[in-house]
């Protein structure tokens, strides 16, 4: 984060603070006049890293209170920019501040319209940070300061009249309802007690008419002074600022209201140049007077650092990814010393086994071709039961289907009944080992005169024998069903016998 410097501007001199948590240390101070502008410059120069934040403290101050239709956006801000040009013609240093909508009528807005009159005394300080293009965050006025101030107060009231003192002299300030309404500087040339309770007691008077001709308080009600002072003047302020028909006066320690803001060292006196510096940094206010093309540094500034924050968050992400990948890699290099150890342990108890097998006269190579002759022959050599038992689940989901005989044999692939061909040609390879299953079964005697059933019992026994890996092909079916040939369901005697077919499966090994 960089350097935060504070500029007090009144109308004779600017004073340099450099704003630490525990408050402003004061750098330097410059005269209105060419060599304080130089000294000025070169201040600004060797500091051109550094934020800055103006606070004036200036006589010549404008402030209008007034309503305008409710609007949004574009037509808003025209409005504002309009009544601004209206008020305050001439001065670039103003702003506006919204003091809520009216409860009455079309509910209007009312606005504070506030100005810095005065620029002729700050646009030289202005000049010279132009030049040096240093970063301005703002521009801000007393009164708003002190605003910040006004709700922590015990002694608010809903209309208040605070007086406050710097270098630049002594401060009026009128709230109502904990919003400033209008403020106005008296020079002061001595900071004696009883001169300070003397203007104190003129200025408030000056208010009080100036309030009750505006209707802002009535006449039969005495105005509430609160008086920010230092503890050693209370004394002399209370005995020559007394009570009044026309005024209720309250003090507040400045030294025990800037402790409480965390100032380290209060004000030695009334004049609070630092409290006040220091209230500026700790509530700065969002309203400030300075115009877009004198704070284009501080927006370049706020532009680079959000990109750095931007940039620094995408390499902390880059950093944690690469960690997690790092970590992963580590995990991966250990989990392979362990599987290389694993093999190297697998190789040793292998070659042990190999030195105790007792020696023969062949090869490794050899033997492993041979043991491999053995596992195809094996595998050949099967017996019927794969297929038999294909054959018995065949027959759970066909319970019309009875076997009368069975025959299981291995082939070569020649020495088959020459009617096989037909099942090679559909999926088996010619001359490649099969093992052949030859059924004989039956269907009940109750169907032998529904040959349609016949046939769709024979194809569904068909289907549930046939597999990707076995075929099936029917040898006979229950009725001849060539042409020229007659349908015959019985014999020579009469009797009706059980339908009869034929089937070979058939399984390459």
Known sequence: MPARRLL????????????????????ASFAANEPGLSAFRDYLRERSASLFYLLADLAEEGFQVDELPHVQGNDRRELIKRKLAQYYYGTPLSLALSLGRSKKGRRDEKFLFAGLLGVSQIEPWLQAMRETEARLA?????????????????????????????????????????????SRLTAMATDRSDLIATTCASEAGKIYQYLAGQRLISRDQPLQVLVLAHAGQRADLTRNLPDTPERQVQFADIGELARQQGLAEPPADARGD???????????????????????????WQARHALTIVSATVFGACLLLAGGQMLRLSELSDRNAQVRLDVETGQRRYDDLMRGLPPIDISRDSLRDLTDRYRVLARRSAGPEPLLR???????????????RVDWRLDDGGAHDPRADAA???????????????????LPAAMALDHRGQIEAVNAFTGLLSTGEIQVRVISRPFEQE???????????????????NLRVMQAL
């Open 390 to 404: 294909h054959l018995g689940h065949a027959l759970d989901q066909a319970p019309r289907v009875e076997l009368t």
């Open 483 to 501: 042409s020229g040939k007659a349908i015959r369901s019985s014999d020579a005697t009469g009797e009706i016998e059980p339908p009869k077919f």
């Open 274 to 300: 630092r409290f006040y510096l220091h209230l500026l940094m700790r509530q700065t206010p969002h309203q400030q007077f300075a115009p877009a093309e004198d704070r284009r540094f501080y927006r370049l």
């Open 138 to 182: 703002g521009i801000h006025s007393m009164p708003f300061v002190i605003a910040a101030l006004v709700g922590k107060l015990p002694a608010a009231t809903e209309r208040i009249l605070v007086i406050s003192a710097s270098s630049a002299g002594l401060r009026q300030s009128f709230f109502e309802n904990g919003q400033l309404r209008f």
């Open 8 to 27: 007090f501007v009144n109308a004779t001199r600017v004073t340099a603070y450099h704003w630490l948590p525990s408050g402003p240390k004061e750098e």
């Open 424 to 442: 090679q040609s559909q999926g088996a390879t010619k001359g490649g080992s099969h093992a052949l299953l030859d059924i004989q079964a039956r």
